[in-house]
């Protein structure tokens, strides 16, 4: 059975630094690309990036460049979310999921709360 | 603003067929067979409902239907339930990125 299963909700500081994790199971790790989806508190779903284990090829949406960091370890199946400084408006839930090569998302995390207050 | 424009809300009554709209450009839906459709309950992550247009993923009902007409996709509900009350959103492969849509709230009156 493929899964997806994410770290925890976070409650942070603005100017903090953190990294989100999704270990993937069931399947070839390598042999996917996994990406994130963020989704502000009552708003829509948005693409911020995605990156292939195998080789670490990583793609970022325009609006993300720059803002996060997207990587993974191989090794275990792993990959990452990282801000290495917390906005408020960073506040929001994070989706990791899997990325077929036609560009659908086939597995989803559960979801991981990131919540960004002073 | 998202790159794929759907209308806020739609509604039906159980029993009744629904179409929710998906447009975009020629860049993104218009110029890929790579559209995708979720579902999104309440306080749960998405599911995915349909994939390249028009297939359905093993265990979605065949009540839930895709298609793409130019630059603009839809999906098609029919024989609504109770349980089909939730958020929809489309998505496109669109060189090298996804694009999704804004999201439209299904009521089942």
């Known amino acids: 059975e493929v899964q997806l299963v994410q770290s925890g909700a976070e409650v942070k500081k603005p100017g903090e630094s953190l990294k989100i994790s999704c270990k993937g199971s069931g399947y070839s790790f390598t042999s996917y690309w996994i990406g994130w989806v963020r989704q502000m508190p009552g708003k829509g779903l948005e693409w911020m990036g995605i990156i292939y284990p195998g080789d670490s090829d990583t793609r970022y949406s325009p609006s993300f460049q720059g803002q996060v960091t997207i990587s993974a370890d191989k090794s275990i199946s792993t990959a990452y979310l990282q801000w290495s400084s917390l906005k408020a408006s960073d506040t929001a839930m994070y989706y990791c999921v899997r990325r077929e090569p036609r560009a659908y998302f086939d597995y989803w995390g559960q979801g991981t709360l990131v919540t960004v207050s002073s | 603003q998202s790159a794929l424009t759907q209308p806020a809300s739609v509604s039906g009554s159980p029993g009744q067929s629904i179409t929710i709209s998906c447009t975009g450009t020629?860049?993104?839906?218009?110029?890929?067979?790579?559209v995708s459709w979720y579902q999104q309950h309440p306080g749960k992550a998405p599911k995915l409902m349909i994939y390249d247009v028009s297939n359905r993923p093993s265990g979605v009902s065949n009540r839930f239907s895709g298609s793409k007409s130019g630059n603009t996709a839809s999906l098609t509900i029919s024989g609504l339930q109770a349980e089909d009350e939730a958020d929809y959103y489309c998505s496109s492969y669109t060189s090298s990125s996804t694009s999704f849509g804004g999201g439209t709230k299904l009521t089942v009156l």
């Open positions: 020629s860049s993104d839906v218009g110029g890929y067979n790579y």
